[in-house]
Structures are given as C-alpha cells and as structure tokens.
C-alpha cells in the first residue's frame, strides 16, 4: 500500500501517519525490550552470573514501558491512518536496526565488559549476522554468549519479519519491501510472516536436537545452533566448529547452513516437496554452480594436505552461504584461495534469506544480461528476443530495466567495499588482507584471518560497523530510510 499524501491534503491525515510511524515504533520498542529479555531465561542455568541480570533489566523496561506509552496515545489515531508507504517503510525498518544495535549494546556497557565503540562493533555483527567478533568468547560470562546468539536468530529471520508477523495490520507491506524482502510465501502478508517465522524456529529446533545427537553438549549446541540457521557464525569457541574435531558436527552444521542460506520461497516449497520448483529456480541452479567451482578450487588449490572432502564441503558451504564457521587457520591459504574465497564472499547468499551479499539471484541475472547482450551483436538489428527465468515459482521476464537496476546495485556494492578497503589500508593493515576482511564485512560472511579485533582502531570498526548495516539492510534502503529520517527531523 502506497501512501501517497501531498502537502495540499488535510493536516488531519498528516497527523494520522504520524500516529501510525510512532505507533509502530512502539511496538518495535516493546519487542527489543522484549528480546533483551531472553538471555535471562538462561540463569537458572548459570545462577553464578545472576549479578549480570540488572543489566539486562535496564535497557529492556526501559523501551517497553517508552514503547508502550507510544502505543496507547496512538492507538486510536493510528487505525485511521491510510497505511504506509515503502518510504515509510524505509524509516522504520533503519530506526528499527538503529534502536536494536544500539539499545543492544547495553549489557556490554553496564557490565564493563567492552567500551562502546567494540560493544556496537559486537552486537551490529549480531544484528546483521555477521559474525565478525571482537569479544574473548572463552572467558567471556555465557549469558553474554547467549545474548550474541539470541541477537543473530532474531536479526536472521529479519527483524521488520518478526514484527509483522506480530502488528496484524495492512501496513505491513511497506516495512517488508523497506527490508529488502518483498516475496511473500502466501498473499497476506501477515501470514507470509508468519511462516517464514515458523520454519526458520522449526530450522533452530532442530538444529539443536541434530547437535546434542552429534555429541555437542547443550548449551554450545544452542548457541551454535542459532548461529547456523541465521548464518551467522558465532560460535562459543575460540576455533569456532574446528574446536569440537568432529566430523559428526560438522555434517550436521552443513544442512543447517544451507537452510539459513535458501531464499524462503524455495525453502517453502522444498518443505511442501515440491522439488520441481526447488530446481529450476534460477538463484538455486547459481548457488549449487558456485558451490561445486568453489568445492573443487578448494580441493585443488589448497596448500595443507590435510584438506579431506568433508572439510572442503564444510568450507565450501559456510563461505557461499556467508555463515562464517571454520574448522581451518585460514593463515596458510595462498593468494588463489584467498582471492576465490573474497568473490564467493562478494556474491553473497540467497535473495529473502538470512545470508548477505550482492546475492545469487542478481549475480544470475548479471551473468544472463552480459550473455544477451553479447548475443544481441550477433542478432539481426530487427530481432526481438525475450529472456525469462523463475524465481521459485514466479515467471521473471529478465528486461534492460531490470539488468539496469541490478548493475546499479552491484557497482554500489563494489563501491562500498573499496571505501572500507582504503579506511583498513590507511590503517596499516595489508592489501589483501583489507580486501577480504572488508568484503567478509559487508557481506556479512564473519570469516576472519585474524585482522578484526578488539584492539583495532576506532575508525576501523566503525567502518565495519556501517558496512555490516549496508550489507544486510540493502545499499539503497538504507539510504532511503536515513533520508526519511533527515528529511522528517529538517521539517522540524
């Protein structure tokens, strides 16, 4: 829905999507001081850390006692509103993230654990599911490794997602298209919601279960568990999923990466068993094409001997699918890999999933528009040739304008990383080593080699902090949400 409202129409109108936005931004309120609620559940587990409860509490019956002060004296005045606009969208989508990250950062804060500069670093890796990390995670308390992973699941599953599935309201559309995440499995968009909601916890559940099966003890299984599903990559060891040496493990952190991975369209029609439609899925066909170029590079190309077939699957799938986990140092990697590994973090997961990147489907549609172009050379001038291709189970007419907007995209991505890559170069850090840091970054993939940490300069994560918030919200929802945001605080 459109919300189309010049300046000539009536101030009452005005005033009712003003009611609308600060309704719904009370409900986001509640919902994050919902969510800073969660890790608490762990500590009858761990009474021995009950002393970090207090900074929890803070932040969290703050924003739902704010929140819901701004949903009572809107609520009449909201239902009346024309609905929002994708514009509209944008700006609660970017507050929504903005609140989130840094209300998230308190728990940090209050406890000493981080300054604020690493504490936002921290939890917009979380958010955005990057993965990236600047905390000890062996001495860290386990409340706080929870928080991460309870930050990465609900930042997976999109959190303009969650709360749609929450606001039963015909505003919905616009924060889903402000999102980056306009399919919709059903309809409604309530109940695509929903869904994607319900498989996505199903996929955590029984994450969980395969892990404990696997010999992995509860409490890291819950953690890590989350962590896949939102390919994320958090883990509660040092040497991430390479510190269980199991290959039992490993196997089932495989399927759980690849769900996390899967457009939620294809991931739904998988669960209904509809694999004709899983298959002849563009954006399907290009992640099992890059998957097995990069299977094979990493078999032929890798330096340690060491390198067996389960582990170049792992690898293989925790890259392309931007979840981050190791089982390798990835220190003894030569310049081949490491330039394979940086475009494979560059292209990114699939489009509507908790995976990051420019995305497969847009690097399908780059590819097919080059080859339509080299074919139109060698066509009659007067030849008309029409290219489609399915996206699960919609017809996409592939046109110039649709190419056009794609190339946009990429180029503004490339931007982004060369900008990241000159503030970390600037800073001493190696050529190379910039690049595929960065690009783990926006990408939001978390695969380290060791520069990310704690100590590095301010501008450094800060830098990674906006990359990380470009590269899961989208380049130009972002901005279009920040320029709402200005545009609405310069009229004041």
Do not use: C
């Not at 509640?30 to 021995?48: K, R, T």
């Not at 749609?164 to 109940?191: M, Y």
């Not at 590819?367 to 291709?389: K, S």
């Amino acid at each position: 829905m459109e919300a189309a409202v010049t300046h000539g129409e009536p101030r009452r109108v005005l005033r009712q999507l003003a009611a609308l936005r600060l309704n719904l931004l009370g409900v986001i309120f509640v919902i994050i001081g919902g969510v800073l609620l969660l890790p608490l559940l762990g500590l009858p587990f761990f009474w021995d850390e009950r002393w970090i409860a207090p900074a929890f509490l803070a932040p969290s019956v703050t924003l739902i006692g704010l929140g819901a002060v701004f949903v009572r004296i809107t609520r009449s005045r909201s239902k009346q509103s024309p609905g929002l606009s994708v514009s509209d969208g944008a700006r609660v989508v970017v507050l929504s993230w903005l609140t989130a990250v840094v209300a998230s950062t308190v728990p940090f804060l209050l406890n000493g654990y981080l300054d604020f500069v690493p504490a936002l670093f921290e939890t917009t890796s979380a958010w955005t599911t990057t993965g990236l990390s600047v905390v000890d995670v062996e001495a860290a308390p386990r409340i706080l490794l929870l928080w991460r992973s309870i930050m990465q699941l609900a930042g997976g599953a999109g959190f303009a997602i969650i709360m749609i599935s929450v606001v039963s309201t015909p505003l919905g559309i616009g924060v889903s298209l402000a999102e980056g995440r306009g399919d919709q499995l059903v309809p409604n968009v309530i109940q695509s919601a929903k869904l994607v909601v319900r498989l996505y916890l199903s996929y955590a559940v029984a994450g969980v279960v395969a892990y404990v099966l696997a010999g992995m003890p509860v409490f890291d299984a819950v953690n890590h568990s989350f962590a896949a599903v939102s390919t994320g990559g958090f883990s509660t060891r040092a040497d991430s999923i390479g510190a269980f040496a199991s290959p039992a493990i490993e196997w089932v952190s495989v399927p759980l990466m690849l769900l996390g991975n899967l457009n939620f369209l294809i991931a739904y029609a998988l669960v209904r068993g509809r694999l004709r439609t899983v298959f002849r899925s563009a954006e399907m066909r290009t992640f099992l094409t890059l998957w097995v170029l990069l299977f094979v590079s990493i078999m032929t190309l890798s330096v340690r001997s060491g390198v067996v077939l389960r582990i170049a699957v792992f690898e293989a799938t925790t890259a392309l699918t931007t979840t981050g986990f190791s089982v390798l140092d990835y220190g003894g990697w030569n310049d081949v890999v490491y330039t394979i590994f940086i475009v494979i973090m560059l292209v990114g997961g699939g489009s509507g999933s908790t995976a990051g990147g420019i995305k497969q489907l847009r690097i399908y549609i780059l590819f097919r528009a080059a080859v339509d172009q080299v074919r139109r050379t060698l066509l009659p001038r007067r030849a008309v040739t029409i290219r489609q291709f399915y996206h699960a189970d919609q017809v996409v007419t592939l046109n110039d304008s649709v190419a056009g907007k794609t190339g946009v995209f990429a180029v503004s991505y490339a931007a982004i990383v060369a900008m990241g890559v000159l503030v970390m170069t600037a800073h001493g850090v190696p050529f190379l080593d910039a690049v595929f840091e960065f690009a783990s970054t926006v990408g939001t993939v978390g695969l380290s080699i060791g520069v990310t940490a704690v100590d590095l300069p301010p501008a450094v994560l800060v830098s990674q902090v906006v990359g990380m918030l470009l590269g899961r919200l989208e380049v130009f929802m972002l901005f279009a949400g920040l320029f709402a945001i200005l545009r609405v605080a310069g009229r004041r």
